[in-house]
């Protein structure tokens, strides 16, 4: 059965949009608290952990760095379009690398993968309002542009230089398969998230030295209003700032070379077992 959204200022039609396509969806701050309290049961702490995120360069993306940012201090960024992190092998290790070491010099890393999507007040899927701007964007936009490339049956292009990392992207949805609709390209690009980041903390991290944590899900930015909302696009909005939710899609520990799957039960939420 699917959680209960309770958010006091979203509409009922984001809402209903969010339980539709994101059935598992939980408010964000509450979702980190709880992941964090479960993370320092297995003893990832903000004292001897080190939070690297890959999330979507989207300034809306921000609100989940911090947050992740009040439980483990500043976070090490690992952002890429759409959540993917395109910096490899490298950009790992030198976050690694900054982690704090206990008394035997073993290191503890916390990866976030989350990619995102908007949902407006009418509850339309892949846009939201942004301030200062009249009228609704795009989120995740990169992910809406190739949603519509892959809706027009285009193939993957030649690599441009500058421009590499689309080119990545693309190819790992491509391999995916998704429908050609924005919540099926999305989900895509957590399963790309999930693969790559475990190829990376494959190569990157060695368990005989240092315990993990990966948690990895799709942000959810869902617009709210204070008052009456015209019907009209362009109307005079009174919009509070977002409600955000997190969908989880994995979320598990390497303590001492052992997988554990992270459970979170919560009154009201789903009983989520993952890993």
């Known amino acids: 059965m699917a959680t209960t959204i309770i958010a006091k200022e979203a509409t009922p039609a984001a809402v209903a949009a969010v339980q539709e396509h994101f059935s598992g969806a939980v408010e964000e701050a509450e979702f980190i608290d709880t992941v964090a309290e479960k993370l320092r049961e297995h003893g990832f702490n903000r004292d001897n952990s080190i939070a690297l995120v890959s999330t979507c360069r989207d300034e809306a993306s921000r609100f989940f760095d911090a947050l992740i940012d009040k439980h483990f201090g500043l976070v090490f960024s690992l952002a890429g379009l759409a959540g993917v992190p395109p910096g490899g092998v490298l950009a790992v290790k030198a976050g690694t690398s900054h982690s704090p070491q206990d008394e035997n010099g073993r290191e503890r890393y916390v990866f976030f993968g989350f990619t995102h999507i908007g949902v407006d007040e009418r509850g339309t899927v892949g846009k939201m309002r ?68 475990e190829k990376l903390i494959a190569t990157a991290v060695d368990p005989s030295k240092a ?20 019907a009209e696009a362009g109307g005079p909005f009174q919009l509070s700032e977002t409600v955000e939710y997190i969908a989880p899609s994995l979320g598990y520990v390497v303590v001492q070379g052992e997988r554990t799957p992270l459970r979170l039960n919560k009154e009201g939420w789903m009983s989520f077992f993952w890993g």
């Open 130 to 197: 942004r301030g200062g701007r009249a009228n609704v964007s795009g989120a995740c936009g990169a992910l809406a542009a190739l949603t519509a490339q892959f809706s027009s049956g285009k193939t993957l292009g030649e690599a441009d230089e500058e421009d590499m990392e689309v080119h990545l992207l693309t190819k790992k949805l491509l391999a995916k398969d998704p429908e050609p609709n924005l919540v099926a390209v999305t989900k895509a690009a957590v399963e790309v998230i999930n693969e790559t980041l």
């Open 211 to 230: 315990d993990y944590a990966v948690v990895t899900g799709v942000q959810i930015h869902s617009n709210c209003h204070q008052g009456e909302v015209e």
